[in-house]
Nanobody, 122 residues
Framework: VQLQASGGGLVQAGGSLRLSCATS????????MGWFRQAPGNEREFVAA??????STYYADSVKGRFTINRDNVKIFLQMNNLKPEDTAVYYC??????????????????WGPGTQVTVSS
């Protein structure tokens, strides 16, 4: 599985961005997918996840009500609204090929993309 995230950039607080993640190398529909982020000096943290079918979604408390994850046949998306300076980070998409019980740990995923930078100015 190969992943490529895009859509990052610089935005003012209160603005919006939409991240995309394209996958290749395996039947996309069989992969549960997630978004994580890592700010300078911080550990990588869970943001959102979507089941293989797209029927279930999961969010970190810090982004609930502001971010929305969804997917189509070839990509997953992260719509980010009402962005805050604390959302500034490199955002990574991740895929897992083996069912797991959890959604929010790095170990729940076995493929990672190279990340895209999101910067929110105050």
């Amino acid at each position: 599985v190969q992943l490529q995230a895009s859509g990052g950039g610089l935005v003012q607080a209160g603005g919006s961005l939409r991240l995309s993640c394209a996958t290749s190398g395996r039947a996309f529909s069989r992969n549960a997918m997630g978004w994580f982020r890592q700010a300078p000096g911080n550990e990588r943290e869970f943001v959102a996840a979507v089941s293989a079918s797209g029927g279930s979604t999961y969010y970190a408390d810090s982004v609930k009500g502001r971010f929305t994850i969804n997917r189509d046949n070839v990509k997953i998306f992260l719509q980010m609204n009402n962005l805050k300076p604390e959302d500034t980070a490199v955002y990574y998409c991740a895929a897992r090929t083996v069912p797991q019980t959890g959604w929010g740990a790095l170990s729940d995923y076995d493929y990672w993309g190279p990340g895209t930078q999101v910067t929110v100015s105050s």
